[in-house]
């Protein structure tokens, strides 16, 4: 099977080669209580789908994280704001792409009241019970208009079978649909996950440019939802950075609709909820590796380790300031191993290292040790390794024992192709 | 005149083309007590000057501000040691291109010990009196042999009018020579101060991979020097960023030779020094746009002006997101006037801003007032603005009283294209 094949004559973008980096949608089989449809509002000047709408059986939990951006948008703040009045219930879930009505003001926040009106209007639940996710160009006003009027057509065409479609409704610089799912027991009871994702550029922790939608049919108690989703974003979703830039309307939702069956668990510790974290947090770390993997331009999919760090905290910041660095980067897109860019990195993080231990490997080959060069550097070997696909960098600093793992990007021409000219 | 004619036939390296936003290097005199010689030391397979020595009178005084990476290079310890064991006296400098000696273990630095050896051996002075900057690839030991068999050809050449010269030879992936001077009064004596920078990538607040070297005849005691060289370097070279990436090896070295005549004047607050302050401020900021101007693969020359921050502090890290933020790097590259990115990027500034107050200018354009998109926003006129080579971006975050000023470059194909092979 070729990687991704529908998202060649589909893409966010018209123009954009699918990233060789692709990875295949998976099968996604529906999920109990879970209904999709999707459509086209015209938010596009080109044919694509750009509206997405999903319905959830009676009594569903969700849970939300959301950008920590300081401007934020007003879906985001709708989002916030449901959740708090609902105490973790939701019906429905509509997505646009195409505008992120993000600084947009009052009009902006009345635009999102328009919509969640609507909807609930047609499903027959309260406003509140409605989330709304956007992305696209910021500080455009939403033409929500456009949405109510398609609005009729997408209930009329619910149903469980469209996480695919969904998925791709919802892309913008995307080059691929992003899915994932798995299986898993609670309490005895078979219950499934299932997950898509969108987000190109603009990827950095603490959440990137990136809407996130996964569903259950757990039964789980909105508190312990909260808690299962924001550990896997931790390890994930904010794992992750193609460019350092955030944006203003990052999103994921994890909806539980309890279909499989029993009473629904409240305490995130509960031991029958083991299998379910293991399976959310590979779910979770699937769609954020997808994420990388159609970072704008990418040419290779990089795991960066940073070891005998100060504190987790120390790791995750040295590993992000080599993930982000303009010039390793730049270096790996032209299979360049300047592994002496990853000095300057580490160095510029600004965090405890002990510069005669650092030891840099890439791969199973070394390239420092003991502070300096090592004595058996391979400069051929290095090379032919670094021409591959995916690369894995491993960088000690003699400063403690904690570790973290970061995945990124390289950084290349079609970066600056894709960037240049993003709004046309 | 053209730009910088002679950087075309002599980049540093072959086949970079000269930056659209070049300036002319200046006529720079004499400064009596520095003499410069350039030389060859093979540093570079192909055919250019890659080493500069400077010698200064008896009794001239020296400051210096050094990267605060945290991995730094032999050379810069050396420096730091130095300046410490004479208490900021100097008699001669030795740069060298081609190799930046940093993460070389202790074979680096009794690579550096061997070559000030020298050059206090054939100068007759003591070797801490003699300092020492390198800039090149990070992680390769200084082949010193090759600076010492220059050493007798560059003694003998010393003159006081090679600055142009001095200022080529250290240039990496630079792509004009430049330098600065400026003449002013110091209690009622005319004094000049001159001075030479190099750095193109690897630009970042709190020291660039930059060296900057300046001189003048002024009268000044080490702590004097001191003073002045810091406040300078806060608002020049910790103004301007390229990639956000800082180097190993940056170093700014000021020399007073005291040869305008007069007692050394040791307090930085003297009023007499009022002249001279505003003179080095001037050079020093002249130098530091000169970097952005050839920012790797720059085609824009941007400055970033941010008010209303809650401080000076915060204004800072305001600018220096957006300056640093490759969507909005990537923006003015392809001339797109997408100022939805200047709010991405103040929003993950992670400092305190008032949304509703939110308002950007682009020239004497309003693209946002009062946390939307302006009224009279003209998108005709923004995409005409933007497509100058010289931009200024003013951003208003209504949390206070506090203004700082950044520049910046775009980021294009060029800067991909000059980092995929930086080494070969």
């Known amino acids: 099977m070729t990687a991704a094949p529908a998202a060649a004559s589909a893409p966010g973008k018209p123009g954009l080669a699918v990233s060789p980096l692709a ?68 019906q429905a879930l509509l997505v646009n792409a195409g505008c992120a009505n993000s600084f947009t003001g009052s009009a902006g926040a009345q635009a999102v009241v328009r919509v969640m009106e609507a909807v609930a209007t047609d499903l027959g639940c309260r406003d509140r019970e409605v989330l709304m996710a956007s992305t696209g160009v910021i500080g455009v006003l939403l033409p929500y208009g456009k949405i109510l009027n398609v609005l009729p057509s997408l209930t009329e065409r619910l149903d469980g079978a469209a996480w695919a479609e969904a998925a791709r409704a919802i892309m913008t610089t995307d080059t691929f649909p992003k899915g994932a799912t798995a299986d898993c027991e609670v309490d005895g009871r078979r219950v499934r996950i299932a997950g898509v994702c969108k987000g190109s550029g603009m990827i950095a922790p603490n959440m990137a440019t990136m809407l996130a939608f996964l569903a259950t049919d757990a039964a789980l108690a909105p508190e312990a939802l909260d808690v299962l989703l924001r550990e896997a974003v931790e390890d994930s979703f904010n794992a992750v950075t193609v460019d350092g830039d955030r944006s203003t309307n990052d999103t994921a939702l994890l909806f539980a609709t309890g279909r499989c069956g029993g009473p629904a668990i409240a305490n995130p510790r509960d031991p029958r909820l083991q299998g379910f974290r293991e399976a959310l947090n590979a779910v979770c770390l699937d769609l954020a590796q997808q994420l990388v993997r159609d ?46 860019r990853i000095v300057m990195a580490v160095g510029r993080a600004d965090e405890p290292i002990l510069r005669e231990k650092i030891a840099i490997r890439f ?11 090592a004595p058996d550097y391979d400069e051929a070997a290095m090379s032919a390794y670094v021409k591959g696909a995916e690369l894995e960098i491993e960088v000690d600093v003699g400063a403690g024992d904690a570790s973290a793992v970061m995945w990124t990007c390289d950084l290349t021409h ?3 192709s894709i960037n240049g000219d993003y709004r046309s």
């Open 295 to 340: 970072g704008e331009g990418a040419s290779k999919f990089v795991k960066v380790t940073v070891n005998q760090a100060a504190s987790v905290a120390s790791a995750r910041k040295i590993a992000r300031t080599i993930c982000e660095s303009p010039l390793v980067k730049t270096a790996l897109a032209g299979e360049d191993a300047n592994w002496g």
């Open 23 to 90: 990875t295949p949608f998976p099968e996604i089989a529906p999920v109990p209580g879970v209904q999709l449809a999707i459509g086209r509002a015209g938010l596009y000047k080109h044919e694509r789908a750009d509206v997405v709408l999903m319905r959830f059986s009676a009594g569903t939990t969700c849970a939300g994280v959301f950008t920590r951006h300081n401007v934020g948008a007003a879906p985001v703040d709708w989002c916030k704001a449901a959740l708090r009045a609902t105490r973790g219930r939701a």
């Open 414 to 416: 079609g970066y600056i």
């Open 363 to 373: 791969g199973p080959l070394w390239a420092a040790r003991g502070g300096q060069v």
